[in-house]
């Protein structure tokens, strides 16, 4: 499975950003991946910011995003999204999505997970 990010950029303060992750490759199965959005600022280790199951009507967030993001997914487009908004400072870092193949739930943890992308930067600058 491969997985491509795109969606990140240059942002003020409040603003917002819609990230996308195309997975290609084994894809007959993507329904039945949970997927799930990491990020890593400089300096700093991996963390989860949100998964979701495999159906799409599952999820979990980190703390600091259970209010300004929603993740989601189009199982038809092999696509899973990140709408990130009130975006703050400390959200500037590379976004990452992962899959794992084994599980159709979702997963905070990054262990759990055995594809991963090569990430998008997010900058939130005024």
């Known amino acids: 499975v491969q997985l491509q990010a795109s969606g990140g950029g240059f942002v003020p303060p409040g603003g917002s950003l819609r990230l996308s992750c195309v997975a290609s490759g084994r894809t007959e199965m993507f329904s039945r991946y949970g997927m799930g959005w990491f990020r890593q600022a400089p300096g700093k280790e991996r963390e989860f910011v949100a998964a979701?199951?495999?159906?799409?009507?599952?999820?979990d967030y980190a703390k600091f995003a259970e209010v300004r993001f929603t993740i989601s997914r189009d199982n038809a487009k092999n696509t899973v999204y990140l709408q990130m908004n009130s975006l703050e400072l400390e959200d500037t870092a590379v976004y990452h999505c992962?899959?794992?193949?084994?599980?159709?739930?979702?997963?905070?943890?990054?262990?759990?997970?055995?594809?991963w992308g090569p990430g998008t930067q997010v900058t939130v600058s005024s």
């Open positions: 992962a899959a794992d193949i084994n599980s159709a739930w979702y997963s905070p943890h990054l262990r759990d997970y055995d594809y």
């Open positions: 979701i199951s495999g159906t799409g009507l599952n999820w």
